[in-house]
């Protein structure tokens, strides 16, 4: 009678054993798979942010060309004003060398010494 008492005792912690070891190998494997979609969903968001962020790269560089552009074409209006200007300049001051002289150093940004 002791004996099977034992018997059912040890079966009974056998049992246990076996029902918490398997729960804890399924708590285990829950927590792999929360791991799984919690780095799956970081590289989701990583990868949005390097969309985004080369987007914005290319908005920026297409933004710098169109200044680029803007600016040369305003420095060849700027260019063929100027050298209009210095004709007109030329024409109006050729009998007087000294105001000649001060209006092209003005209009080239230059330094008039006499």
């Known amino acids: 009678m002791v004996l099977s008492c034992y018997n059912s005792v040890i079966d009974l912690c056998v049992y246990f054993w076996f029902v918490s070891k398997r729960k804890l190998f399924n708590l285990l494997l829950e927590q792999k798979e929360n791991h799984k979609k919690e780095i799956d969903l970081i590289n989701g968001i990583n990868a949005e942010k390097e969309e985004i962020k080369e987007e914005i790269k290319e908005k920026h560089k297409e933004e ?51």
Do not use: F, M, N, Y
Request: charged share 50%.
């Open 64 to 114: 710098i060309e169109r200044i680029e552009k803007e600016h040369d074409i305003k420095i060849q209006d700027l260019e063929e004003e100027k050298q209009e200007e210095l004709l007109s300049t030329i024409e109006e001051k050729k009998d007087k060398p000294d105001d000649l002289a001060k209006d092209i150093a003005a209009l080239l940004g230059a330094k008039h010494v006499e």
